[in-house]
């Protein structure tokens, strides 16, 4: 069983950056890839970032490659998303979702994620 939390959403101004932080409850966090997705009001949920075990590995959404970087700290159970030059439609609930390594890292999507955090709200004024 694995518990996420994410922190570090808010509001900032259009060419802003968030630090977004996800933390992983128990000792087994090295043995999931990890990713992060959102959420806009009225769309279905949408990929964002994956990151691989080792953090040797990252894929990114078009719409958010050079701009956000995903990241990870073994040692504190943690994976980050930095998130620079937001726009306003960067505005979401982002979550955080853990997925075992035997099934790999995904470059998309949402399938094969077994635990996801509550999300915390990102919002992106013009």
């Known amino acids: 069983q694995v518990q996420l939390v994410e922190s570090g959403g808010g509001l900032v101004q259009a060419g802003g950056s968030l630090r977004l932080s996800c933390a992983a409850s128990?000792?087994?966090?090295?043995?999931?890839?990890m990713g992060w997705f959102r959420q806009a009001p009225g769309k279905e949920r949408e990929f964002v970032a994956a990151i691989s075990w080792s953090g040797a590995i990252t894929y990114y959404a078009g719409s958010v490659k050079g701009r956000f970087t995903i990241s990870r700290d073994n040692a504190k159970n943690t994976v980050a998303l930095q998130m620079n030059s937001l726009k306003p439609e960067d505005t979401a609930v982002y979550s955080c979702?853990?997925?075992?390594?035997?099934?790999?890292?995904?470059?998309?999507?949402?399938?094969?994620?077994?635990?996801w955090g509550q999300g915390t709200q990102v919002t992106v004024s013009s």
């Open positions: 979702a853990a997925r075992p390594n035997s099934r790999g890292v995904s470059s998309s999507g949402s399938r094969g994620y077994d635990y």
């Open positions: 128990g000792r087994t966090f090295s043995r999931y890839a």
